[in-house]
């Protein structure tokens, strides 16, 4: 990915954070950016974002901020300074919900087996 690129995608998800965080709450639910990418011709941006919801109900999320990127393109594209403003396209994030799930995981390991008393040590494996 070009710096180019990389700047932009990053300048996006800051606006994008702060309108989001502005101008579209949803009911329970807390939405965040986690990462933009664009296209290498900028004309295209995929923003990933994380839902913490109350509800269960993160797809349906996604599709309301899809139908609405009309409006939410036109507040970023306010604040950005380009000649073409990317498009933007909303996927859900699951980065969050994995992590959880493993650290879950983590969690309900069995208890490490009994410690060696002092002075031995383990066998070398060959």
């Known amino acids: 990915?070009?710096?180019r690129v990389q700047r932009v995608s990053e300048l996006v998800k800051r606006e994008l954070s702060m309108v989001l965080e502005r101008h579209y709450r949803m009911d329970n639910a807390i939405l965040t950016v986690h990462?933009?990418?664009?296209?290498?011709?900028?004309?295209?941006?995929?923003a990933y974002v994380g839902i913490i919801s109350t509800a269960?109900?993160?797809e349906s999320i996604i599709e309301k901020l899809n139908k609405q990127r009309g409006?939410?393109?036109r507040e970023v594209h306010?604040?950005?300074?380009?000649?073409?403003?990317?498009?933007i396209f909303f996927r859900l994030d699951k980065s969050v919900e994995?992590?959880?799930?493993?650290l879950n995981a983590?969690?309900?390991?069995?208890?490490p087996a009994d410690p060696l008393p002092e002075g031995?040590?383990?066998?070398?494996?060959?």
């Open 1 to 3: 990915m070009s710096q």
């Open 35 to 46: 990462e933009v990418r664009a296209t290498p011709d900028l004309k295209q941006c995929f």
């Open 56 to 58: 269960g109900n993160e």
């Open 71 to 73: 409006a939410i393109q």
């Open 78 to 87: 306010k604040r950005i300074v380009m000649k073409n403003s990317p498009q």
């Open 98 to 102: 994995r992590g959880v799930k493993i």
């Open 106 to 111: 983590i969690d309900n390991l069995p208890p």
């Open 120 to 126: 031995e040590e383990e066998p070398e494996m060959k």
